[in-house]
């Protein structure tokens, strides 16, 4: 199988799962009238959801889930070690994800609340870039298979990979969605990066911000816009903290 | 003879999560037989604290990535409940269409990704792609189709967002639904090709007597709320989940644990299928009957052919709901008119793998001042260790090896469907 004169790489793959719900992995099995070619142009050697094949040969590993408990500290480094690339895939991965709002109470109190008296391990919440080295991060809750497909395209050809710098309101446009503000919704499209299609809005929901923000959002003007449709600040934080991909009110790094 | 076993599994694959089988035979006898959930725990009742209504079915859909239709169905009922919202009729026959999506594909992912390998012999039905392509295309075909019903419904298949306290955010365009019911009728002969498949697997010979709960709905195969009935004669309603689960504490599981009339009770498709089989339609009862299903079957690994009775029952009901979609009104409504107000609610949806409940309760403010959801596969961990024991005492004769233990109890656990992220959450 050839492409332009180029032989793809086809990679082995590896597929790795940590704090989370599993569903950005249960994407790579989606789109499936693509799915043949997708898993014709990588090797998948371990993938513990789909298979019992567990080789330890992968270059690259895609890792979606983020970093709550030891054992996790323990896995994640040693696959880090075997992998030449490295991918967070999925809003837990790359920012912690929802995973985070555990992390307004000790760990003491969330577990008083869930298992009582009984308390399991855990720690603060942390990102994969936070524990090991992050090669590629890929952000959305869950991921695009769509723009997943178009990223091991460039792999297996060897080129390289630009996500979309510009915020979802461009991709709204496109697909001629009414704005989610004219119809008395709040909406992080304005300050999110694009690149999943704006399925949100589409079905009725303003953007979350699960793709964390744009190359270089205007938060001057989106405070203005809300302030204007008179939505609160406090709204505004319920929801930029959300996934954790934007940075929270008084911290002056991204997380 | 003097007969030993051992299996050791440490994170089992083709299930979704982490959890590890353990049995120690010796001399012919069960020393030891487990089933330990070991997911990390992600305090979701701890998460929802002083989220306001709208955030509350946003947040439980990352519970699960298979079943996230469910969760955040039974979140927006539970809040609905709280507030006394009542949901328009259009928007109430949408989301049982975008569950029906969800059924189709969380069944078909298992019984073609999960479970099928062990009866073909294979690590995972990646191979299928080219040594069995006609299997291999069923498998993508029903999958695709079930996705595409969730996209077309609830905006998308995993974490959707049309669903939402009173109703549902965007009706799906006529043209699409008309070729979604196309699409599904042509998909009922793959589904009977799916049925010859099954037929042909040979599935383990075991049963051990358990209690099985499910909802029950009048003269109609049980979705979205109803009454909870079980085999050995429960019958109470939703709002008394927690008499219906007891949930308690295990000390080498991070999920927990419950019980009803004996030790242990299994929901799931088995489950609904043991209490409803007479509600099924017509051609899932075909089915069932071709595959030699009949109630009550005690059989775990019958779940695998109750979720395949299951999916027809579903294709069928979609058709007749997507014409009573299209005979819809253009400007029926679909969102209900309400304020927040202080309250409780309770909710039970039968998702893929059981009953799934959210209660909540609401300060006037429509913040959340105490959560609680109590998941399928929370339900079903007990009785799958219990019948760990029970099969590998049954099996542990002559002839028998640790591979083929090692097998047989993975095949257990896979027979569940399993959803251990979600049972810890």
Known sequence: MRYLGIEPIRPRVGVFSFTCCEGCVLQLANKEETLGPFLEAIQVVNFREISTEKGADYEIALVEGSISRDDEVERLRQIRDQAKVLVALGTCAVFGGVNRLKDVFSPQEANRIVYGDQSRETAPIRAVHEVVPVDLSIPGCPISKVELERIVQHVALDLPWQFPEYPVCVECKQRFTVCMFDKGQLCLGPLTRAGCDAPCPAGGLGCWGCRGPAADPNHAEFDALVARRGFSRAQVQDRLSFFGGFPTEGSEEKP | ?425
């Open chain 2, 1 to 425: 003879m003097k007969l030993d076993l051992n299996v050791d599994v440490h994170h089992l694959t083709r299930v979704e999560g982490h959890g590890n089988i353990v049995v120690r035979i010796q001399d012919g006898k069960v020393q030891e037989a487990r089933w330990d959930v070991v997911e990390t725990p992600r305090y979701f009742e701890a998460m929802l604290l002083n989220k306001h209504y709208t955030a509350a079915g946003i947040l439980t859909a990352r519970i699960c990535g298979i079943c996230s239709i469910g969760h955040c169905l039974a979140s927006v009922r539970a809040s609905e409940a709280a507030m006394g919202v009542g949901v328009p009729d259009l928007a109430g026959r949408l989301r049982l269409l975008a569950k029906h999506g969800e059924t189709l594909q969380s069944h078909v992912l298992h019984l073609f990704f999960l479970a099928a390998p062990d009866f073909l012999g294979l690590d995972s039905a990646l191979p299928l792609m080219t040594e069995n392509p006609t299997v291999f295309g069923l498998a993508a075909r029903l999958k695709g189709l079930g996705n595409r019903i969730c996209d077309a419904v609830a905006g998308r298949t995993t974490h959707p967002v049309s669903i939402q306290v009173g109703g549902m955010g965007a009706r799906p365009d006529p043209t699409v639904l008309r070729s979604l019911r196309q699409q599904i009728e042509a998909a009922v002969p793959d589904l009977a090709a799916t049925a010859e498949v099954f037929a042909g697997f040979d599935i383990p010979d075991f049963e051990r007597e358990t209690e099985f709960v499910s909802l029950k709905a009048d003269g109609q195969y049980p979705w979205i709320g109803g009454r909870v009935v079980s085999t050995d004669g429960v019958d109470r309603d939703e709002h008394e989940y927690r008499e219906l689960t007891h949930e308690y504490l295990n000390e080498n599981n991070t999920s927990k644990w419950c019980k009803l009339s004996r030790d242990a009770f299994a929901v799931g498709a088995l489950a609904r299928f043991n209490n409803n089989h007479a509600a099924l339609h017509p051609a899932a009862r075909k089915v069932a009957a071709d595959l030699n299903l009949s109630p009550v079957s005690h059989n775990p690994f019958h779940c695998n052919l109750a979720q395949l009775v299951e999916c027809v029952h579903v294709a069928h009901e979609s058709i007749a709901l997507i014409d009573e979609i299209l005979a819809a009104p253009a400007d029926a409504p679909i969102m209900a008119d309400f304020e927040p107000r202080a309250g409780e609610g309770i909710s039970a949806v039968e998702v893929p793998r059981g009953i799934l409940y959210h209660r909540y309760v609401y300060d006037e403010d429509g913040r959340i001042t105490e959560a609680d959801c109590v998941i399928p596969t929370t339900q079903n961990n007990a009785n799958i260790h219990l019948d760990m024991g029970a099969l590998a005492a049954q099996f542990a004769t002559r002839g028998m090896t640790d591979q083929k233990l090692e097998l047989l109890c993975s095949m257990l656990v896979r027979a569940y469907d399993p959803c251990i992220s979600c049972s810890v959450h």
